[in-house]
T-cell receptor, first 115, second 112 residues
Framework: GAVVSQHPSRVICKSGTSVKIECRSL??????MFWYRQFPKKSLMLMAT?????????EQGVEKDKFLINHASLTLSTLTVTSAHPEDSSFYIC???????????FGPGTRLTVL | AQSVSQHNHHVILSEAASLELGCNYS??????LFWYVQYPGQHLQLLLK??????LVKGIKGFEAEFIKSKFSFNLRKPSVQWSDTAEYFC??????????FGKGTTLSVSS
């Protein structure tokens, strides 16, 4: 299957700072990327869907000004958590798909801890 | 609203016992169905998927799932579990052009 990477795998930041998480499709063109959030021992909640070159579509209840998503190229999407607070601490997982695929491929996730 | 339901929150089994985890979805129309596994401290891995054709799908590590369209179900099965199957299991559903939606997950604990 196709490979999706995320960087960093772990990040610790102070409250009030911003953190950027990168998601890359390594061997395919990701026309659509998805960002999920997973709380401990909980399921994955879809945060937003982004198509290359377009604005992201956010799920209900997700603050678009807090979770900035950019999908500027066919291999890279970024999620920026702005003015992070301890309640933003979570596991963030990106997923990608391309026109030749009918399934999503997942990155390994990024553990964000906000102190 | 469209949803994915996993009925078993926590399943505890002894090694060699048989496993069946339930999954139901409420989408109409054509769907793609998936089961993922997440081992402790690790990321998601795809166990198996169904797009079309034979409703009985075989995946990795001896898992299989059966799609029953009339019941909107996609239950996961394994004839004989091992201690190493201890993990979180997620059912997920996707319609064309939309994102995967996950069930709440089932924690499987297997004692040796």
């Amino acid at each position: 299957g196709a490979v999706v990477s995320q960087h960093p795998s772990r990040v610790i930041c102070k409250s009030g700072t911003s953190v950027k998480i990168e998601c890359r499709s390594l061997d395919f063109q990701a026309t659509t990327m998805f960002w999920y959030r997973q709380f401990p021992k909980k399921s994955l909640m879809l945060m937003a869907t982004s198509n290359e070159g377009s604005k992201a579509t956010y799920e209900q209840g997700v603050e678009k000004d807090k979770f900035l998503i950019n999908h500027a190229s066919l291999t890279l999407s970024t999620l920026t958590v702005t003015s992070a607070h301890p309640e933003d601490s979570s596991f963030y997982i990106c997923s990608a798909t391309g026109t030749i695929y009918n399934e999503q491929f997942f990155g390994p996730g990024t553990r964000l801890t906000v102190l | 609203a469209q949803s994915v339901s996993q009925h078993n929150h926590h399943v505890i089994l002894s090694e060699a016992a048989s496993l069946e985890l339930g999954c139901n979805y409420s989408y109409g129309g054509t769907v793609n169905l998936f089961w993922y596994v997440q081992y402790p401290g690790q990321h998601l891995q795809l166990l198996l998927k169904y797009f079309s054709g034979d409703p009985l799908v075989k995946g990795i590590k001896g898992f299989e799932a059966e799609f029953i369209k009339s019941k909107f179900s996609f239950n996961l099965r394994k004839p004989s579990v091992q201690w190493s199957d201890t993990a979180e299991y997620f059912c997920a559903v996707r319609q064309a052009g939309t994102a995967l939606i996950f069930g709440k997950g089932t924690t499987l604990s297997v004692s040796s």
